[in-house]
């Protein structure tokens, strides 16, 4: 199970912080676990937005780079995403992704 939090509503320039919480999941399968973060707009296809891989590598999108910033917690057994100098297309539902398993998302609106 991975339950996604933290989204909102935000004015472009702001910053949220998404977390993707694993809780069923026992500490050291967590360790082992690549995650990444997708995000899907209203009438579009869902999009990878970044990963973090269980060897410590973080992959971001060319539309996200630099602006957001993912991490793991894994004493909590969570993945966070930074997000930074948010634009109006960030808006989208973001989901959280673990091989198989899917998170129920949570909406991010950025709207001045």
């Known amino acids: 199970q991975l339950v996604e939090s933290g989204g909102g509503v935000v004015q472009p320039g702001g910053s949220l912080r998404l977390s993707c919480a694993a809780p069923g999941t026992i500490l050291s399968t967590f360790w082992t676990m690549n995650v990444a973060w997708y995000r899907q707009a209203p009438g579009k296809e869902r999009e990878w937005v970044a990963s973090t891989l269980n060897n410590g590598q973080r992959d971001y999108s060319d539309s996200v780079k630099g602006r957001f910033v993912i991490s793991r917690d894994n004493a909590r057994k969570r993945v966070l995403l930074q997000m930074n100098n948010l634009r109006t297309d960030d808006t989208a539902v973001y989901y959280c992704?673990?091989?198989?398993?899917w998170g129920q998302g949570t909406q991010v609106i950025v709207s001045s």
């Open positions: 992704n673990s091989g198989e398993r």
